[in-house]
Nanobody
Framework: QVQLAESGGGLVQSGGSLRLSCAAS????????MAWYRQAPGKEREFDAG????????RYRYSAKDRFTLSRDVAGTTNFLQMNSLQPESTKTYYC??????????WGQGAQDTNYS
């Protein structure tokens, strides 16, 4: 089972930027896909961005594609989510999801983001 370690959450002003990272405990060979989801209190978890580790192809939630950039450490198993022009929303948590080539899915513990005006 892949272990995921997220970092980078914190307090950010509305309209500001935040950079998250997620490191997977498996080898590059085993990793198939990684993605980020957001979840506000009382709401369902929603997809933000994902990257296919085998090809490097990136996909985004439509409303985020001009503000978010998902990249990866090609030699390792860490991805980086750069988020710009953050919307004035309440506190939410970003979760990293990792999937291996053996159909194993795991979630990180979550990185909290608090926006203030």
């Amino acid at each position: 089972q892949v272990q995921l370690a997220e970092s980078g959450g914190g307090l950010v002003q509305s309209g500001g930027s935040l950079r998250l990272s997620c490191a997977a405990s498996v080898s590059t060979f085993s990793l198939y896909d990684m993605a980020w989801y957001r979840q506000a209190p009382g709401k369902e978890r929603e997809f933000d961005a994902g990257i296919r580790w085998t090809t490097g192809n990136v996909r985004y939630r439509y409303s985020a594609k001009d503000r978010f950039t998902l990249s990866r450490d090609v030699a390792g198993t860490t991805n980086f989510l750069q988020m710009n022009s953050l919307q004035p929303e309440s506190t939410k948590t970003y979760y990293c999801r990792g999937e291996t080539k053996y159909y194993e899915n795991s979630w990180g513990q979550g990185a909290q983001d608090t926006n203030y005006s």
